[in-house]
């Protein structure tokens, strides 16, 4: 088993439109996505923010052990040092559209020195094409094992061990794939949250909307919208309290004539 230890990562959030100018080409879509086997070992980096969050201070080996079941995924997580202190993490998380919405729940094994802090790792990972490697990039943001208070955080790149499953997906993508923009942006606020959020969007016509928040084991906790709504702003507070919890990371998923849009939510105790 490989070691390692948890520092204090950061918050930030890398967008699609960040990881289109990066390579406009290798965004997967929800389609494409949908026949993806992501069971298996993925491996790559995780660079962890300075505090000015403009730079990095460590770079982290970085693994994922997943185990897929529908949209479900659960699985392990481990990320090690320069030193070779390690932390290994039961992870839970769930296919939404074209990303891959994971948090880091428990610490299964670990080496740290004293004093030190464990974070809990989540984000939002984009499902990548390189070449023939299938990759998850994104943002991975942290909070304390404690109190879900945010610490500083890094960003992941991640490449599938094995992808002889995906081989022939990923060639239908190199001519049929475009780039995927989000053309409806969820946003929630405030995010960390403490008791309440409010989550906004903006319609450009008159659609049928579904806005859903699930937990991170993919149940369902509360249904916020459903049904026919005008072109414009709309909000929708989300009230943990009323569900029945108390702290937790959240995934709200906003779903438009079956095109699906989501954001990762985070409430502190």
Known sequence: MKKIILSILSFGLLTLGQLSAQNRTTVLGTSLVAKIDVTGKWSGKRKQYAPDKRSFIEVFEYEFDLKQEGNIVSGTTTIINRNGEYADMKISGMIVGNKLIFAETEVLGAARPEGKIWCFKHGELYFQRDGENLKLVGSTPSTMEIY??????????????????????????????????????????????????????????????????????????????????SSGLHLADFDARKSGFMSGIFIVKLTINGETFSRQIVQMR
């Open 148 to 229: 879900n208070y945010p610490c500083s955080g890094g960003i992941t790149s991640l490449v599938k061990v094995d992808n002889s499953n995906n081989t022939a997906v990923l060639k239908s993508a190199i001519n049929n794939e475009t780039i995927v923009d989000e053309k409806i942006s969820v946003n929630v606020f405030p995010n960390p949250f403490m008791e309440t959020a409010t989550i906004s969007y903006n319609l450009n016509e008159d659609t049928k909307v579904e806005l859903e928040v699930y937990d991170m084991n993919g149940r369902l906790v509360t249904n916020l919208a459903s049904g026919q709504q």
